[in-house]
Nanobody, 122 residues
């Protein structure tokens, strides 16, 4: 049974930092593309950052480029999202996801975590 468990969310002031973690069981991140997504109240789930399986290259939403960094520790089977210079508009539930494809569409991410709340106060 595959489980992705996010942690590290919380309340932070604007300009602050948080590091989210996503630990996997029943799945090996090194053989999956991993992604971070977020969903704010009343909005659709949106892509934040991704790390491709085969190439290891990373992608970011324009809104977080230069502020967020996705990384992976294969030994710990954990994916991270380092978030710096946080803004109130970053407030959302953040989800990690994994897909056994190099460039998955949103609907091709087979595995999702339960989400962790990030709240940025102004």
């Amino acid at each position: 049974q595959v489980q992705l468990v996010e942690s590290g969310g919380g309340l932070v002031q604007a300009g602050g930092s948080l590091r989210l973690s996503c630990a996997a069981s029943g799945l090996t991140f090194s053989t999956h593309t991993t992604g971070w997504f977020r969903q704010a109240p009343g909005k659709d789930r949106e892509f934040v950052a991704g790390s491709r399986w085969i190439t290891g290259s990373t992608d970011y939403a324009d809104s977080v480029k230069g502020r967020f960094t996705i990384s992976r520790d294969n030994a710990k089977n954990t994916v991270y999202l380092q978030m710096n210079s946080l803004k109130p508009e970053d407030t959302a539930i953040y989800y990690c996801a994994a897909a056994p494809k190099n460039r998955p569409r949103l609907d091709e991410y087979d595995y999702w975590g339960q989400g962790t709340q990030v709240t940025v106060s102004s």
